[in-house]
Every structure is written in C-alpha cells, then in structure tokens.
C-alpha cells in the first residue's frame, strides 16, 4: 500500500575537470523543432567514410550533434570495425557512405559522449517526443569482454551552455535506460563485425513524456564509458525524432487551482511528491497517478482539497512502493462539480526496485530460468525477438517464484523476456540462445 497523504557549477575532481559543451561560432548550434516541420532525421551518412577526419571537442561535425571526451583528442576514425585502440569512430563497410556514429573507450582514449541539441521554435509547449535509432555492434573486443552498452539519457534547460555533454557529469541529465543499447554478442571470440547484419543490430525506440517551453533547449546524450575489460566497438544509426505541440494535439486547460510547484524526488526506498497550491477554487480532491511510460497512467493515491482559498497550502505524498527505471507522475485535479484537469508531468529515474526479477543464465542452450522476487505482480512472461515479435508466453503466478522456461525452439540471437503485471507495467530482460 501506498502511504496516506501529509500536508506539510562546475567541478574539479581527482584532477578531472568536467566542462560544459563549447558552441564556437564557426559550428552549426542546434536543430530548430519547428510547427509546421515535427520530424528529424540523421543516417550519420555525412561521417568521412575514406579517411580520417577531426571532430574537435564541444563542436559539431553536423549541425546539431556534438562530442565530448575526457581526454584531449580531436579524432574521427574511419573503420570496419578491425580497429583494436580506443577512438571515436565512424563505422562502416569499407569503402561504403553508409556509416555509423560510435567509440571505443579505452583507458588512453578516454570515454566518450555525443549529444544532439535542438530547440524549441514552435511557439507552444512541446510534451511529447518519439525516438527511433538503431544500435550497432562494429567488433567484439574479446571473449572475456561482458555485455557492455551505450547508455542514452536527455535534458532540458533554458540555456544551452549549461548542458554538460561530459562521459563523467550525469547529475543533470535524465536517464532512460530503455533506450540504452546492449551489445548483442559478449563472452565471444573477439573481432570485427558487420555492424549492418540483423544479428549485430538492435533496434530502440520509446515515447518520452517531457515539457519543454517554447526557446528551451532539448539535448539527447548517448555516453560510452570505459568498461573493467577491453571495450566493444559500438554504435548508432538511422536516427529519427518526432515532437508534438501542446496546442496542437491536446487542449489546454487551466487549472482551476494556481499550483506554485510539483516535484518527485528519490528518497531512499520511496519517492517523494510534494506541490504547493498558491490558491484553490472549488477543489474537491486530488488524485496522484504514474506512469512508466508516460502514456498508460494508473491512480496510486488521493488528498483532500481546500474548496476555495487564497491561502497557499501544501501537500506532500510518498509512493512507497516505486517502479524501477523511469517513472512519470501527474496530479489529477478534481472539482466540486466532478470536471477535472491534469498538471503537468514530472519524473523520476530509479535502479531496479527490490521487487526486481532475473533471469538466468543470460546466455543460454536449453533452458532460461526466471526467479521472481516476493511481493511481485507479473502475471505473464513473453520472450520477443529483436523484431518484437512473440515467440513464447508463459502464465505466472502469485505463488510461484521460480520458473524454467523451454528455449529449445528458439533459433541463436538475442530475445527480451518481458514480465508484464495486471496494470500493464513491465520489466524487460536480455538473454542470449546460443
């Protein structure tokens, strides 16, 4: 059960400066999210396919997408993937235009991060946006090598000098571990690969519930940062974006409180919402609901408005019982007469919760075993293929928390065990059939 509601700069470290994203006037500054334009796309085709370039720290090479290290290189090599050191990378077939933007970090190469930065000119509220790219894995470093991943995270901010791109500053930025991509092979003889095959690839793509004001700044970051072992050689492609105006697809309303602020923050276990109504007018009640994917929203909680008041009032609830990974929360105003408004989202990002499952061995011949943690819900487990097709769906119940699942039939590749609970929530887990 969820708890009853209460009323109630820059661094230097160990010789390591993280620095904030440089925009020199000689380089493109941002890609501007237009009204009457709601698409970007990038196939990264413009990278040096040939020979090797330079893409100077905090500049861009193409408009709106940035780079920075944390070891003063300027380089953008070419490669099919044989390359053995550390480096930023345009990936691709030899001799083929048709590339991919990605790195090896290394401990003389340093990590790597690279950003795409756009703006809001469309003269409204921006609260939703579609991303789409394709991972790609370029070579496999060794066989004792793990499964390690290019981690995706986005901000927002007024100013755009104030994002810091930097592999080792995380503080500012959103994490969405859904759209991280995972090395498809690991703990496999090393080597280049052709990062364009299906079996190297893995496609993501998520819908993102944001609110970014008209003139702010949105900024996507993938970061590599430097694994125990040798690193993969990973990358992305085929990059998509899509936005959706405020005053375009959804009416706005004014609530008929003046709510000073909303917030959700970690707290331990929990997370903490609080918010503050500078004054109410026949407000009857609030409900709390959350969502981990900002779409499906489900009510945990309610308070007892003021009625009417120009008294500021606060109030305060703890979701006790969070969702791993990242979670949205709204508040659903409801009046005296039954009408409603909604607030504006706000979100929180989480490791994965007590409640968490496994899944066992992560590479696998014959049988995959699933260990449930006590208290969860899932009611069902899926295994997709990489396509998001089904393959396999398997009953699960409140009583059991050990399953052995057949995989005999599947064919070798990566597949994702889905767990999926009665409010429709998720957990998404990686294996491989060998």
């Known amino acids: 059960m969820n708890k009853l509601f ?56 193409m408009d709106g997408w940035f780079v920075q290290r944390t070891k003063q290189k300027n380089t953008i090599v070419v490669s099919p993937g044989n390359n053995i050191g550390g480096n930023l990378y345009s990936f691709g077939s030899t001799g083929s235009a048709d590339r991919a933007l990605g790195s090896q970090s290394s401990l003389l190469a340093g990590e790597f991060a690279w950003g795409l930065l756009l703006q809001n000119n469309t003269g409204s509220t921006i609260y939703s946006i579609d991303i789409s790219f394709t991972g790609e894995q370029w070579r496999i470093s060794e066989v004792t090598a793990g499964e390690h991943k290019v981690a995706f995270s986005y901000a927002i901010n007024s100013d755009k000098a104030a994002f810091m791109l930097s592999p080792k500053a995380d503080d500012s930025w959103i994490a969405y571990p859904e759209l991280n991509f995972k090395a498809p092979h690991f703990y496999t003889t090393g080597g280049g690969r052709n990062g364009n095959l299906p079996e190297n690839r893995t496609h993501l793509s998520a819908v993102l519930a944001v ?71 026949q407000n009857a009640y609030f409900l709390v609901e959350r969502s981990g994917n900002g779409q499906t929203f489900e009510t945990i909680g309610k308070a007892d408005g003021q009625g009417t008041t120009v008294l500021a009032t606060n109030y305060a609830y703890t979701d006790d019982r969070p969702l791993a990974g990242t979670s949205y929360y709204r508040l ?80 070798t590749g990566t597949y994702v065990l889905v767990l999926l609970d009665e409010q429709g929530q998720r957990q998404k887990l990686r294996f491989l059939k060998r």
């Open 6 to 61: 209460t009323r109630v700069s820059h661094a230097c470290v160990a010789m390591f400066c993280i620095i904030p994203v440089l925009f020199p006037k000689t380089s493109a500054a941002q890609i501007s999210m237009k009204r009457d334009t709601t698409t970007y796309t990038q196939n990264f085709d413009v990278l040096p396919a040939v020979k090797d370039s330079i893409w100077e720290n905090g500049t861009s090479y």
């Open 332 to 411: 659903k105003q409801v009046d005296e007469d039954g009408s409603y408004t909604y607030s504006a989202l706000v979100g929180v990002t989480r490791g994965e919760s007590a409640f968490a499952s496994t899944v066992y061995p992560t590479v696998a011949t014959d049988y995959l075993q699933l260990a449930l943690a006590s208290g969860n819900s899932f009611r069902f487990a899926y295994v997709l293929d990489m396509t998001g097709r089904q393959l396999l769906q398997t009953p699960l119940s409140e009583n059991t928390l050990q399953y052995t699942l057949d995989i005999r039939g599947l064919h």
């Open 211 to 281: 609110d970014i004001p008209d003139g702010h700044y949105l900024m996507l970051r993938w970061k590599d940062a430097d694994e125990p072992d040798t690193d993969h050689g990973l990358a992305i492609d085929d990059f998509s974006l899509t936005w959706r105006m405020e005053d375009l697809e959804r009416p706005v309303v004014v609530l008929p409180i003046e709510l000073a602020h909303f917030t959700a923050q970690n707290k331990g276990t929990s997370v903490a919402l609080e918010w503050l109504t500078a004054s109410e007018e």
